[in-house]
């Protein structure tokens, strides 16, 4: 099993960046794919990137794409999110996730949730 916790978000201006953390627990975190999802108010969950347990290979949505960048540490057991050129339509909670197996963008495929950390984008 693993346990994450997200922490970095916060308000910041469009245009600005922000980088996201997720830290795990669990001796095996190194075996584990790993992604950022996102939730705006009213809207569904949503694929923002993922990351290959080796983090030889990463994935990004196209509204991302060019702007974000996921990383990870399995000395530390972190995933992070750098994310620049902030939009407004970027505001959302943002959840990282974590499963076993190939590196995947559907939500449902993932084991393991963070409890999620707000970014707010402003005008």
């Known amino acids: 099993q693993v346990q994450l916790v997200e922490s970095g978000g916060g308000l910041v201006q469009a245009g600005g960046s922000l980088r996201l953390s997720c830290a795990a627990s669990?001796?095996?975190?190194?075996?584990?794919?790993m992604g950022w999802f996102r939730q705006a108010p009213g809207k569904e969950r949503e694929f923002v990137a993922s990351?290959?347990?080796?983090?030889?290979?990463?994935y990004y949505a196209d509204t991302v794409k060019g702007r974000f960048t996921i990383s990870r540490d399995n000395v530390k057991k972190t995933v992070y999110l750098q994310m620049n050129s902030l939009k407004p339509e970027d505001t959302a909670v943002y959840y990282c996730?974590?499963?076993?197996?190939?590196?995947?963008?559907?939500?449902?495929?993932?084991?393991?949730w963070g409890q999620g950390t707000q970014v707010t984008v402003s005008s």
């Open positions: 669990g001796r095996t975190f190194s075996s584990y794919a």
């Open positions: 996730a974590a499963k076993l197996g190939p590196v995947r963008r559907v939500a449902s495929e993932y084991n393991y």
């Open positions: 990351v290959t347990w080796s983090g030889g290979s990463s």
